[in-house]
């Protein structure tokens, strides 16, 4: 079956909402999700969304745009940067008067906290920038935009998993789905595309990410032929709950608290003198598996899973009630522990892609070093990559990112589609997902896909963690090649079209095993540690030879990297030192 | 810890009926409900069939029947549910909404009803400052409210709506609390029609259902009698105006 529509936007968390919202004013627009919107995973962040407002002390857009660009080791483009800080004070506001609940000053204006490495004056002391609904500030702004998507008549294909993309040259016609429901294939033609499917980490084993975070937008672009950018860079949050990988956000040191060894030692004096705990999230996260390392983990057998304290006890019943609720809620339900009595156990868990589609600040997607755009395809948010992340992303970046650029590609999409006529397209665009589909249906016996996920997902967080090296993600490189051959014998286990969900997990296991590839590729090829790509074999950082995006392409089962120019127009890069 | 899932299957292409299927595996009773069927899935049986996503009580895709009573998957702990070495445990789909397969239900009628109650902040008045001004203590009257992810647990649990299907059921009167109480929003008047009658706000008896199973922790039934009170007081005052010379 056959649909068309000006715009097809695939995914309903924070980013896409935000471009239908945008878009949908303007012309024929669709939303795609595999998910029900208000379940995407937009609504697990917690802690915040920054922006110079200014409401509880002194604070500049500039300020803000320094510390995403020396958050990110330098790698960030900073014209992005500036767009990013400058049009979040617009953004917050935004979503303040479209209703978001956000928490109050006493003057009744929104509140802001301190957040890790956002400061006062070009990195003198944290400054409170992070804007905040308790610790629910991500779940508010879903709800928030999903009401105003109701509010706009916003048309949705809620449970439609996208499996390919329609491209005619460089130019994109629209996309090819599953409806979950029946199972039948959807081609939906469209003038153009936007991708704002998320993340990808369930490629790791221990990570705070939904089950749906699969990469799926970032993985049919590299199939299509479109390089992704800077893929190396993942963000492991510091503080996931022991063993589950679940978030406890950077909130709590914001609020005051403190990460402790084995020793009771508030150990990042040693590491970040003058950030101490809000220090941005690799320098942390590496300082913890240092303590682990050397044996100041709470057990102190300086295992990977060993972990260390995060104390909140100090800062009282009423601060964790009004400001870290879920928080608080979290750890009662998994750890059988209230965090007013007793410390979190916490270690670093996979949190977040800084890489992925690259995009212009418009959010169409670019496929080269040169800018050459791909006419009618967009992305944004975490599936994106501007780049205002760089090597390492600032907490409370990521909710920005999304509205900023989410609106910026809604905007530019309704213009676009004007000049445009619609596309033709035919049943036979569905022949790859139509193949696919029918090779994991036929009915030859094969594995299912549960092994290879697990080792697929143990490999990647043992050797393309926190701390690599070469022969670790050699390793891995090779590990993956093998998982992906052996997943072209996979076969599904449920055989009916209502609702087939082992289908669509191994369609995610696809996604997740190319995505895994070029992560481990990507990351390989990086012969330096910056932001949150940390090598043992290559310890520092090297602008010499490093100071440019990588655009790694998926051809014929190998990956081949290419380079990208990073903007260094503002600041010169410098050492990165808190 | 040896564990036996009981789990209601039914797939419409196949099964006339729902039955009940067994499945005995190993779990840590620290664990997760969602991760013994995760388990389930990936390594006895593929066809079983469930949603899921955030695998920690934000997303509310997984919410069930769980020995009978209605709750999140993934917040509930192998331990709340398993006693001792071989106990099992039922898990059934919400009740009130067709099953389309196995543990999944069909939730447009859930979101239609939510829908109906304009779950929006209705005001367009023009922004004086750049933010609309509102103290820690309005903001704090509908605190609660704003923490619903839509799971539904509340809307199968309520006894109200097997008398009457047609019952907007609790969620949607949190969300509709939600603006009412909130100090920025103008929209009474807008929702007062979906709400005053018998299947919006007064089919609610007080069962007290859906706050006990309510997973986000909200004061559902106290919210739902807020919204009655508002709606009498709002009456009231109407009468009041309408006997004024």
Known sequence: ?578 | MKMTLKIQRFNPENDAQPFFQEYTLDADPNERLLDALMYVKRFQDGSLGFRKSCAHGVCGSDAIRINGKNGLACKTLIKEVIQKDGDSVTLQPLRYLSVQRDLIVDQTEFFTKYRSVKPFLINDEEVAEKERIQSPEERLRFDDTTNCILCAACYSACPVLESDPLFIGPAAIAQAFRFLADSRDRGFAERLPVLDRPEGVWDCENHFECTKCCPRSILITKRINQTKKMIEKHKDSEADDRQKP
């Open chain 1, 1 to 578: 079956m056959i649909h068309q529509f000006d715009t097809v936007i695939v995914g309903s968390g924070g980013a896409g909402l935000y471009a239908a919202l945008e878009a949908s004013s303007r012309c024929r627009t669709a939303v795609l999700s595999k998910l029900y919107p208000i379940r995407s995973h937009t609504g697990a962040a917690q802690g915040g969304i920054s922006a110079a407002l200014g409401n509880v002390e002194e604070d500049k857009p500039e300020w803000h745009a320094f510390d995403t660009v020396k958050g990110g080791d330098y790698l960030v483009d900073q014209q992005a940067a500036k767009i990013l800080a400058e049009e979040a004070v617009r953004a917050v506001y935004d979503l303040e008067n479209r209703g978001l609940p956000f928490n109050r000053t006493p003057e009744g204006r929104i509140d802001q906290r301190r957040f890790g490495g956002h400061t006062r004056n070009f990195g003198e002391a944290p400054v409170r920038r992070a804007c905040f609904a308790a610790d629910r500030t991500g779940h508010m702004i879903l709800q928030t935009l999903y009401q105003q998507c109701i509010k706009n008549k916003v048309a949705f294909f809620d449970e439609y998993q996208v499996v390919d993309l329609i491209m005619d040259g460089n130019t994109c016609k629209g996309v090819v789905a599953v409806q979950l429901s029946t199972g039948e294939l959807r081609i939906l033609a469209a003038k153009a595309v936007l991708f704002a499917t998320g993340g990808f980490g369930r490629i790791y084993k221990i990570t705070s990410n939904a089950f749906a975070n699969t990469g799926d937008g970032p993985a049919v672009c590299a199939r299509q032929g479109i390089p992704l950018q800077d893929m190396e860079f993942f963000q492991f949050h510091p503080t996931g709950i022991m063993g589950l990988g679940i978030l406890i956000s950077e909130a709590v040191r914001g609020e005051g608290g403190i990460l402790r060894n084995r020793d009771g030692e508030r150990f990042m004096e040693r590491y970040t003198p003058t950030l101490l705990d809000l220090a941005p999230r690799d320098i942390v996260s590496r300082a913890i598996m240092t303590e682990v390392r050397a044996g100041k983990g709470i057990r102190g057998d300086r295992k990977i899973d060993d972990y260390v304290h995060l104390d909140a006890t100090h800062l009282g019943k009423e601060t964790l009630l009004t400001k870290l609720p879920d928080i608080t809620s979290f750890c009662k339900t998994y750890l059988g522990i209230d965090p007013a009595d007793a410390p979190i156990p916490v270690l670093p868990t996979a949190h977040y892609a800084m890489g992925g589609i690259p995009t212009d600040t418009h959010g169409r997607v670019v496929r080269d070093g040169n800018g050459t755009v791909v006419h009618g395809l967009y992305a944004a948010g975490e599936c994106a990559c501007v780049s205002v992340h760089g090597a390492n992303r600032l907490g409370t970046n990521s909710l920005l990112d999304l509205v900023v650029f989410g609106r910026r590609a809604g905007q530019h999409i309704g213009e676009y589609v004007k000049q445009i006529d619609a596309p033709k397209v035919s049943e036979a665009d569905g022949d790859f997902a139509r193949q696919w589909i029918a090779r994991l249906t036929d009915g030859k016996s094969g594995p299912h896909g549960g092994h290879i996920r697990e080792e697929m997902q143990t490999v990647m967080m043992e050797k393309v963690g926190i701390y690599r090296n070469a022969g670790d993600m050699q390793a891995a490189v090779n590990a993956i090649q093998e998982l992906r051959a052996r997943y072209q014998s996979v076969r599904v286990q449920d055989t009916s079209k209502h609702f087939n969900t082992d289908l669509l997990e191994i369609i995610e296991l696809g996604n997740l095993l190319d995505i895994s590839l070029i992560t481990a590729a990507a990351a390989l090829n990086r012969q330096e540690s910056r932001g949150a790509h940390s090598r043992e074999d290559f310890p520092d950082r090297n602008d010499g030879q490093w100071l440019k995006h990588s655009l790694a392409a998926l051809q014929d089962d190998h990956v081949t990297i290419g380079y990208k120019p990073v903007d260094v127009s503002i600041w010169k890069p410098k050492p990165r030192a808190y």
